[in-house]
Antibody, heavy 115, light 110 residues
């Protein structure tokens, strides 16, 4: 069964770069779109951006200047970098597959930004 | 602060039926399909309804969805203690060119 497994640093200082990677086990990147979504107590679930099987990326304008999503098809994985983080970026970050009904989410990574 | 509006909490007794509402605008719910997710504490969201009213494989048929205009609803019948979770609505937003979510509704089975 297809699984998404994600990892990355969980504690950052302000101004550092958040870096997360999500690998797809027992499945392919092709034919789907792949997203990064975060969840905070204050703002709930927020879409950060995604890329599709054509390699096109889209970003939430709220993150566009700071976020980069990249893909490594040889490793069946994709990554998120979010630059210049602040305390407001403290959240649980999820990688996810779409569209529905093929929705599948990673286990989530808690990222805390604190000096 | 979420784009889609849900009640923070609902509660109902076991075996009863509960509905959770989700209100948006034409740019999201009005012109696009709605999906619903179930989330347990410390876990990732799981799809329970897609395309307004379709049931993913493996999801109980006690779950159903509906939509009218710029609003949607999730209904759960024959409530069980295992249904106690947070529920989120989601829809594509044409202005954002991406998905938007509700703030979540905590379901308590009394």
């Amino acid at each position: 069964q297809v699984q998404l497994h994600q990892w990355g640093a969980g504690l950052l200082k302000p101004s550092e770069t958040l870096s997360l990677t999500c690998v797809v086990y027992n499945g392919s990147l092709s034919g789907y779109y792949w997203s990064w979504i975060r969840q905070t107590p204050g703002k709930g679930l927020e879409w950060i951006g995604d890329f599709n099987h054509s390699g096109d990326t889209d970003y939430n304008p709220s993150f566009k200047s700071r976020a980069t999503i990249s893909v490594d098809t040889s490793k069946n994985q994709f990554s998120l970098k979010l630059r210049s983080v602040t305390a407001a970026d403290t959240a649980v970050y999820y990688c996810a597959r779409g569209p529905e009904p093929d929705s599948l989410w990673g286990q989530g990574t808690l990222v805390t930004v604190s000096s | 602060q979420s784009v889609l509006t849900q009640p923070p909490s609902v509660s109902e007794a076991p075996s009863q039926r509960v509905t959770i509402s989700c209100s948006g605008s034409r740019s999201n719910i009005g012109d696009n399909v709605v999906n619903w997710y179930q989330q347990f504490p410390g876990k990732a969201p799981k799809l329970v309804i897609y395309f307004d009213n379709l049931l993913p494989s493996g999801v109980s048929d006690r779950f159903s969805g509906s939509k009218s205009g710029n609003s949607a609803s999730l209904a759960i019948s024959g409530l069980q203690s295992e249904d106690e979770a947070d529920y989120y609505c989601a829809a594509w937003d044409d202005s954002l060119n991406g998905p938007v979510f509700g703030g979540g509704t905590k379901l308590t089975v009394l």
